[in-house]
Antibody, heavy 114, light 113 residues
Framework: EVQLVEIGGGLIQPGGSLRLSCAAS????????MNWVRQAPGKGLEWVSI???????YYADSVKGRFTISRDNSKNMLYLQMNSLRDEDTAVYYC????????WGKGTTVTVSS | DIVMTQSPDSLAVSLGERATINCKSS????????????LGWYQQKPGQPPKLLIY???TRESGVPDRFSGSGSGTDFTLTISSLQAEDVAVYYC?????????FGGGTRVEIK
């Protein structure tokens, strides 16, 4: 079964760092475009970052320079390293496959608050 | 960056009636070399992740009921629910994947009148 499971959310203080992980099953992460998409409480979807199968990465302006997307091919995992976290980064973070996104994880909640 | 603008923000439709959601991109998402529009539609119900309904602007994802259809090209797109069912109550989003940063529309909430 094709599945994505996000791990690593939690409560973090402003200025702190957090790493989200996404475990994929049923397909190969490195052969696909993989994204992080977030949704702030009561708000719409916001695309965060993508890593292409060839390794190129792109970011939303709101996280550029603070977040880093990566993958571990041997573990079939996707990651999002989040540094210098701000209140406005509070959201449910989804791991998602594809340029049109056909597989979504259930999401993990990140709360940035003092 | 390509800005996606959806309208309306919300709509209420009677059961069995048609619901129409519009999505406009700030620049064309039609890739001339393959004549494909890089536009998708998603449905999100409360407490759930989004679900892909339509890709390439008009191709229905496997398992999606045929009352959902997508149309349009270039910069103007439409998602139509031909006969609204109770289970279609949700928020609907369009998304362009023509170029990063990939961007979503603001969403349209569909309710029962």
């Amino acid at each position: 079964e094709v599945q994505l499971v996000e791990i690593g959310g939690g409560l973090i203080q402003p200025g702190g760092s957090l790493r989200l992980s996404c475990a994929a099953s049923g397909f190969i992460v490195s052969s696909n475009y993989m994204n992080w998409v977030r949704q702030a409480p009561g708000k719409g979807l916001e695309w965060v970052s993508i890593i292409y199968s060839g390794g190129a990465t792109y970011y939303a302006d709101s996280v550029k320079g603070r977040f880093t997307i990566s993958r571990d091919n041997s573990k079939n995992m996707l990651y999002l390293q989040m540094n210098s976290l701000r209140d406005e980064d509070t959201a449910v973070y989804y791991c998602a496959r594809g340029n049109y996104i056909d597989v979504w994880g259930k999401g993990t909640t990140v709360t940035v608050s003092s | 960056d390509i800005v996606m603008t959806q309208s309306p923000d919300s709509l209420a439709v009677s059961l069995g009636e048609r619901a129409t959601i519009n999505c406009k991109s700030s620049q064309s998402v039609l890739y001339r070399s393959n004549n494909q529009n890089y536009l998708g539609w998603y449905q999100q119900k409360p407490g759930q992740p989004p679900k892909l309904l339509i890709y390439w602007a008009s191709t229905r994802e496997s398992g999606v009921p045929d009352r959902f259809s997508g149309s349009g090209s270039g910069t103007d797109f439409t998602l139509t629910i031909s006969s609204l069912q109770a289970e279609d109550v949700a928020v609907y989003y369009c998304q362009q994947y023509y170029a990063p940063p990939l961007t979503f529309g603001g969403g349209t909430r569909v309710e029962i009148k």
